[in-house]
């Protein structure tokens, strides 16, 4: 099919043989296929850190204690008890059945109460897990830090924009770790695609695309509501703090995601991930504006939050982002983010980082085909006389690596692992109060915007609304 010369005879029509051209007639699909051809997908099993090799003493146990024990802080805390010379001493929830729960996880003395004040005034407990809903992470972590405990507040780390430097403020004040719990920023993956990124594997980042797509109703945090979920089962005046006082609504109590009072919308819950992860690998403090467009699609039950939001951001390190979630979508469940540099892609994904490298063109190339041939043939002649090198005659010269994690490897755990290692050492955390708050404030300008129909301005250093 292709013809001496680099040339392409279609119908009459001539092509030089580049790139584009190949993928626009052949498609990604051979693209990969030739890759592979010619040299291979190679896989790498990324190496992993293993527990620090000394048991740690009887007396240099790290205490803790978990505030929130839901769904997230009970997977948190399982995972924070398995680093080394770490226990779990108390647990604080607002509905009795989790209170019971932990008993069960964790033994008659796991110490239980509905009033986390209790937890604070303890003296033989170090630090905390916070998991509880985005609108009380704020005053927990104050509270906390106030009362002399290091702290691990779950993603969002805000819920209002005042939240923000209230805690950092806070963590200064008192000295004491604060780690948000955005766990892809300890992860090997992430560290992964930072080095290739500042390596140049792609060239010069000009476009991140990152997405969260769910198709289930667990997806659209639909989440199980117990049956004896009752006032007397859940302290609800607790549970509302400064949200607006309603009377006792159970779906508010176990699906509160789905309100703005409480949750922070597909805003807080996900995009927060990929601006983390956004702003680890590239170094970034975030985004100078962004704009956003929502609505409530389909889960059309009550709720007050979107179930689909799409939006785009501007970053001065010269690329933009954009990020969509999407809980009506048709297909599977899907996360990624797509770095896209002048020379190649970098993509991570659940389990691994793939990089995919094409050169940038080193000529221009022609479009002749709607000329005579003999304006074709002079134009061509001239063309190979200033661009002698023939691209391309065979497979386009393309390289792809994948970096994978070994089965069964969670991120959660370094991240906790970081955090213990900031405990004990007073070293900075590696996601501490500002870059967390530098994620969260990037992420709800969505919702700002969408609220004010308009583009929202943020100072990424200052970190303040413009
Ligand atoms: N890092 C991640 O990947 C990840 C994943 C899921 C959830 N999260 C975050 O974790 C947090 C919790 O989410 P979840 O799915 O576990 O929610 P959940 O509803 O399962 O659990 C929240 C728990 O907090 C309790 N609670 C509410 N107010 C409290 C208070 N004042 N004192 C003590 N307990 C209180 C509730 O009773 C409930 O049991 C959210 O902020 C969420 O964004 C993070």
């Known amino acids: 099919m292709v013809e001496g010369g ?3 005879r279609r119908g009459g029509a001539v092509q030089i043989w580049n790139r584009r051209s190949f993928l626009k007639t052949f498609g990604a699909a051979s693209l990969a296929a030739a890759a592979s051809a010619e040299t291979g997908k190679r896989v790498h099993m990324l190496a992993v850190q293993d527990g620090p090799a000394q048991p740690v003493a009887a007396n240099d146990h790290i205490q803790i204690a978990l505030i929130g024990a839901g769904g997230q802080g009970m997977g948190d805390t399982k995972t924070a008890v398995q680093v080394p010379g770490v226990r779990l001493v108390a647990v604080a929830d607002c509905y009795s059945g989790r209170l019971a729960r932990s008993k069960e996880l964790w033994g008659d003395d796991v110490f239980t109460t ?3 004040n209790e937890i604070l005034a303890r003296k033989d407990i170090d630090a905390v897990i916070i998991g509880t809903p985005d609108h009380w992470h704020k005053q927990a972590s104050v509270d906390a830090m106030k009362g002399g405990k290091d702290v691990y507040c779950e993603k969002p780390m805000i819920h209002l924009y005042s939240d923000g430097p209230e805690m950092i403020e806070t963590a200064r004040s008192t000295k004491r770790i604060l780690q948000i719990g955005s766990q892809r920023v300890s992860s090997v993956l992430y560290a992964k695609a930072k080095e290739l990124l500042a390596s140049g594997a792609i060239g010069k980042l000009n476009m991140v695309t990152a997405h969260w797509d769910r198709n289930s109703s667990l997806g659209a945090w639909n989440y199980t509501v117990p049956p004896d979920a009752s006032a007397e089962t859940c302290d609800w005046p607790r549970f509302l703090g400064t949200a ?6 159970a779906e508010h109590f176990f699906q509160w995601r789905k309100w703005k009072a409480y949750g922070s919308g597909v805003a807080g819950d996900l995009f927060v991930h990929l601006f983390s992860g956004t702003h680890f690998v590239t170094g970034s403090h975030g985004p100078t504006q962004g704009m956003a467009t929502g609505a409530l699609r389909y889960w059309n039950d009550g709720r007050d939050a979107q179930d689909v939001v799409l ?3 501007d970053y001065r390190e010269g690329f933009n982002l954009s990020v969509r979630v999407n809980f009506v979508d048709g297909g599977e469940e899907s996360e990624s983010l ?3 540099g002048s020379e190649g892609t970098l993509e991570i994904g659940w389990t691994g980082v793939t990089v995919s490298r094409v050169p940038r063109e080193t000529e ?3 479009t002749i085909g709607t000329f005579p041939e003999a304006m074709q043939d002079r134009i061509e002649t001239e063309y190979r006389k200033k661009y002698p090198r023939k691209h391309f005659e065979g497979t386009p010269p393309v390289g792809s690596e994948r970096y994978v994690t070994p089965e069964g490897y969670s991120d959660s755990y370094d991240h906790f692992k970081n955090f213990f290692a900031s405990v004990r050492s007073r070293q900075p955390v590696v996601e ?3 870059f967390g ?8 300008l969505s919702n700002l915007s969408i609220e004010k129909g308009a583009v929202v301005r943020w100072d990424p250093d200052a970190m303040k609304l413009l």
């Open 6 to 8: 680099g040339k392409l």
């Open 114 to 116: 509905r009033d986390y």
């Open 244 to 249: 607006p006082k309603i009377p006792f609504n």
């Open 311 to 313: 939006g785009l951001f």
């Open 338 to 340: 797509v770095f896209t």
């Open 364 to 366: 221009p190339g022609l």
């Open 432 to 434: 501490d109060a500002v």
């Open 437 to 444: 708050y530098r994620a969260a404030g990037a992420a709800l």
